[in-house]
């Protein structure tokens, strides 16, 4: 069964990076039928997708946030990882890694636990 | 603002139907059979509950139901069990360009 993993520092100060790690175990990320992607949550508000990867690296970015955000992959380690460059308060929220097929992009499953990133000097 | 348009919240009593709208554009909801919808429990990670517009995933109850017309579409929940409170989301497939949109979410409580 396929489960992910987010992993990275809880806390992240304004201006700086925040980096992130989705761990795949059950699966390949190497796979030609699967975006691997990144979805936030900000404390008691919605998700906000923010980019997915193709195994071949190909990148989508949420408008709103490109410019900022970068997704790469590591097939060796069977990872992805998300940079947000330049964070502010608003960039706080509960970030998940999930996977969606290509031949049904909408579909996120599964999703990884979350994990909690606080910007906050 | 959200891409897609949700009510923040319905209600329904035990084993009523309750229905919640996503409103979309002819550039998401309305150009692809790529709807899903998402229950998420507090302090959970969200759980696809259909897909495609009307699909439910294996292990999803039929009493989750999705159907669409035009840019909108409906996630309807018959039956209503206290297990069902939670927040519901819609996500969309939006092109090359937007790629994935989420609605802003619907609280559904349970009395």
């Known amino acids: 069964q396929l489960q992910l993993q987010e992993s990275g520092p809880g806390l992240v100060k304004p201006s700086e990076t925040l980096s992130l790690t989705c761990t795949v175990s059950?699966?390949?990320?190497?796979?030609?039928?699967?975006?691997w992607g990144w979805i936030r949550q900000p404390p008691g508000k919605g998700l906000e997708w923010i980019g997915s990867?193709?195994?071949?690296?190909?990148?989508y970015y949420n408008p709103s946030l490109k410019g900022r955000v970068t997704i790469s992959l590591d097939t060796s380690k069977n990872h992805f990882s998300l940079e947000v460059n330049s964070v502010t308060a608003a960039d706080t929220a509960v970030y998940y890694c999930a996977r969606h097929p290509t031949y049904s992009t909408s579909s996120v499953d599964p999703w990884g636990q979350g994990t909690l990133v606080t910007v906050s000097s | 603002q959200s891409a897609l348009t949700q009510p923040a919240s319905v209600s329904g009593s035990p084993g009523q139907s309750i229905t919640i709208s996503c409103i979309g554009a002819s550039t998401d909801v309305g150009s692809y059979k790529l709807v899903s919808w998402y229950q998420q429990h507090p302090g959970k990670a969200p759980k696809l509950m259909i897909y495609e517009d009307t699909k439910r995933p294996s292990g999803v109850s039929n009493r989750f139901s999705g159907s669409k017309s035009g840019n909108t579409a409906s996630l309807t929940i018959s039956g209503l069990q206290a297990e069902d409170e939670a927040d519901y989301y819609c996500?969309?497939?939006?092109?090359?360009?937007?790629?994935?949109?989420f609605g802003g979410g619907t609280k559904l409580t349970v009395l």
């Open positions: 990867i193709y195994y071949i690296g190909s990148t």
């Open positions: 996500c969309s497939y939006a092109g090359t360009s937007t790629f994935v949109v």
């Open positions: 059950g699966g390949s990320i190497s796979s030609s039928s699967f975006y």
